[in-house]
């Protein structure tokens, strides 16, 4: 059921790959309540990805980038702003790559110069998206940005690796944006830490399976899909919540509020009994 809570409401949408990737469906959503938006990727994305279907499906425009590199992203913003006659309302950053996980790469024994990429890619990228809207004028007031989070920003989960240092810097990149953006225009910067999902890129971290096995296991709700995070999403763009920003937003299933949950331990308990046989 759509509610036309971004009818009118211009955005751009980083990251979206295929109908896995949580910005997909958090694209598809913001279509269905009456929003307008733009698409980026990397041309390789772009190339082997399905970005050119969901643009289709939306009437949307995709601007290759490469969310690295401050010229590409000037392009993409001042395209969307052309685009749209108008600055844009909201802003959605789901970008995260770790050549160290790729490469199986223990936290340990990092290759340092794969760490960088991994900062500058899934984290320094949202800085100098924001540096360049910011520069470029071109978020409405009262504009809303979301960036992808995980609760390794906080905590530390098994084979997550440096990715969990570039969600930690995400977070804070987050709150001091959030407070220059805030103070200076109304814009409001949040980041959603969403439940372990199958993405694309998600599926390439290791022990994934069993990771959302324990997470669904721990979270009195289960773990929050895609889909559900989309919908988190399309109100954080909305102006339901106006006053919402410099927040990471736990949509885990209760699962960051948790200590051992009943199935949790009786899981547990098996493993015990089954290795003392």
Not at 22 to 30: E, R, Y
Not at 36 to 43: A, D, E, G, W, Y
Not at 166 to 188: N, P, Q, V, W
Not at 214 to 226: Q, V
Request: glycine share 6%; net charge neutral; hydrophobic share 40%.
């Amino acid at each position: 059921m759509a509610y036309n809570l971004l009818k009118g409401k211009t955005g751009i949408i980083f990251g979206a790959l295929d109908e896995k990737s949580i910005a997909w469906n958090i694209a598809t959503k913001c279509y269905e309540e009456g929003a307008r938006f733009t698409l980026s990727n990397t041309s390789s994305a772009i190339r082997f990805g399905q970005l050119e279907e969901l643009a289709r499906k939306c009437s949307a425009e995709i601007i290759p980038a490469d969310a690295t590199s401050e010229e590409d992203l000037t392009k993409v913003f001042e395209r969307s702003v052309e685009i749209f006659d108008g600055k844009v309302d909201f802003v959605l950053h789901s970008i995260g790559m770790s050549l160290n996980v790729r490469k199986k790469r223990v936290y340990n024994d990092l290759d340092y110069n794969y760490f960088k990429k991994t900062l500058d890619i899934s984290a320094m990228s949202f800085h100098k998206m924001l540096q360049v809207a910011n520069k470029l004028d071109a978020i409405n007031d009262w504009g809303s940005v979301v960036a992808l989070s995980y609760i390794a920003a906080q905590r530390t989960l098994y084979a997550y690796n440096d990715m969990a240092d570039a969600k930690a810097l995400l977070e804070s990149i987050a709150r001091s944006f959030g407070y220059i953006y805030g103070r200076e225009r109304k814009i409001r910067i949040n980041t959603i830490s969403q439940s372990p999902t199958l993405t694309t890129a998600g599926s390439g971290v290791k022990v994934m399976g069993g990771l959302m096995d324990f997470t669904d296991r721990m979270s009195p709700l289960g773990n929050a899909s895609a889909e559900e995070c989309a919908n988190y999403c399309i109100t954080l763009f909305s102006d339901l919540t106006r006053k919402v920003t410099m927040q990471n937003l736990f949509h885990d299933g209760g699962f960051s509020g948790m200590g051992m949950s009943l199935k949790a331990m009786t899981m547990y308990n098996k493993a015990i009994d089954s290795d003392c046989d």
